[in-house]
């Protein structure tokens, strides 16, 4: 697995970004794929995950109902749909990819591949 992130930006607040990670790996689809967020100062924090099947999408309450997860399995990519941003979304989002448990879904040491990181900004 080899993650490459994208799509990050400068947005003002209420605006929408799509954020994508393509895997230039063979077994994308062996994976729950997942999006954490890093902003300065602070710990890496869980935002959304999705599992192999796309069945399954878990996500931060702190995101849900603004963000949508989904993935494609035949083109090895993973989207985060953003809506309705705000400026306290502004981090590094890395795209993930590991085999979690349930209960361990949004936890950083699920995670065995991780992305380079775009930075997302929004604006007041």
């Known amino acids: 697995v080899q993650l490459q992130a994208s799509g990050g930006g400068l947005v003002q607040a209420g605006g929408s970004l799509r954020l994508s990670c393509a895997d230039s790996g063979r077994t994308f689809n062996y994976y729950t794929m997942a999006w954490f967020r890093q902003a300065p100062g602070k710990e890496r924090e869980f935002v959304s995950a999705i599992r192999w099947s796309g069945g399954s999408t878990y996500y931060a309450d702190s995101v849900k109902g603004r963000f949508t997860i989904s993935r494609d399995n035949a083109k090895n990519i993973l989207f985060l749909q953003m809506n309705r941003l705000k400026p306290e979304d502004t981090a590094v989002y890395y795209c993930?990819?590991?085999?979690?448990?349930?209960?361990?879904?949004?936890?950083?040491?699920?995670?065995?591949?991780w992305g380079q990181g775009t930075q997302v900004t929004v604006s007041s």
């Open positions: 993930a990819a590991g085999r979690p448990i349930t209960s361990e879904t949004s936890r950083v040491r699920s995670y065995y591949y």
